[in-house]
């Protein structure tokens, strides 16, 4: 039987978009138990998530997309904890922009399967915040990440690098709208919601 459970640390920090600098909080989210844990996104710094680790095993470093508020820590995050990192290979013009010294380790397709404590998550390519914007969905604890694909109160933001509004659409209607309503929305930043909850969103 799975001990797996979600843990959520909240890292703010500052992005720049088209020469302006936002206050942001972003949502790194931990599937596992007591003893492994599985690490989706790496914003800002690196010293809160290794906290929230806790010592334990980390199995992967799951990155959702490429934009620098999700990967900043990504490269230090490894070196603290050894994990590989998995990103969708359409967004590695967005990595090398934050990180030209270093690359991703694992490209990261559509149903690339990852394991944790007991329990599976099975990611879901949902391209249009990014080309590579890559949701994560763990069936047995019921819930599905989406990065900044799905928010509560409809689709991600399409004003950044390299994103488009009509792929983003497509993806969410028919990818992540295709999860039974119940299914809890664990987003990129603020509060949960449920696929059935952002069905009349999506327009």
């Not at 680790?53 to 199995?59: L, Q």
């Not at 994103?163 to 664990?186: E, F, Y």
Request: charged share 20%; with cysteine.
């Amino acid at each position: 039987m799975s001990t797996a459970r979600i843990e959520k640390t909240v890292v703010n920090g500052i992005f720049s978009l088209d020469g302006q600098d936002f206050d942001v909080d972003n949502n790194v989210w931990l599937v596992g138990d007591d003893d492994e844990v599985l690490v989706i996104d790496a914003p800002h710094r690196p010293e809160p998530i290794v906290e929230a680790i806790g010592g334990r095993r980390v199995t992967a470093i799951v990155l959702t997309h490429g934009h620098n508020d999700h990967i900043t820590a990504a490269v230090d995050l490894r070196e603290a904890t050894g994990a590989p990192i998995w990103l969708n290979a359409a967004d590695l013009m967005l990595w090398e922009s934050v990180h030209p010294e270093a690359l991703p380790d694992q490209p990261l397709g559509h149903c690339t399967p990852f394991h944790v404590a007991g329990t599976s998550l099975l990611s879901m390519h949902t391209p249009g915040h990014s080309p590579g914007s890559t949701s994560l969905y763990a069936r047995d604890l019921n819930t599905v990440f989406t990065g900044d694909t799905l928010f509560c109160g409809g689709p991600g933001a399409t004003g950044r690098s390299y994103s488009d509004r009509p792929t983003i659409l497509n993806s969410i209607r028919s990818c992540l709208l295709t999860l039974p309503g119940d299914t809890v929305v664990k987003t990129g930043h603020g509060d949960d919601t449920t696929v059935a909850a952002e069905v009349g969103r999506v327009r």
